[in-house]
């Protein structure tokens, strides 16, 4: 019997456009239009982003579901958004060698970046195994 995997996130806006021009700033692998759906490609998981008419303009409860992108430098990313206007929840810090900024994108949704020490990394893999 085949293992679930998580292959893609759904997020509704009420902005479609504007999202999707927030998260494509991260420079994904692909970047594409199926059906309805903005579809951007992070490693393995797809964000697809739809309009929907059941929902509010924000997120009411940000914290309930937070992305987490594994990023090489979290400095160039931070910078690239700051540019954007974008506001921090949790502006860049060191956490005993890695680096973690939380930002809000436009639709009030919490985003983590999080660039791994090569300490941690190995330890995470050592546990993995």
Known sequence: MKRPSLD????????????????????PEEDAKVDSYLVLKFGAVHLLIDSRDD????????GRV??????????????????MGT???????????????????????YVQFIQLSEEHRAAMEQAGS
């Open 8 to 27: 893609s996130i759904l997020l509704a806006s009420t902005d479609p456009e504007r999202l999707h021009a927030w998260y494509a700033a991260l420079d």
């Open 55 to 62: 929902i509010g303009d924000g997120n009411p409860e940000p």
């Open 66 to 83: 937070i992305l987490n992108f594994d990023v090489a430098d979290v400095r160039a990313i931070a910078a690239r958004l700051d540019g």
């Open 87 to 109: 506001r921090w929840l949790s502006e860049l810090e060191d956490r005993d060698g890695s680096l973690f900024a939380t930002a809000i994108d436009p639709d009030g949704n």
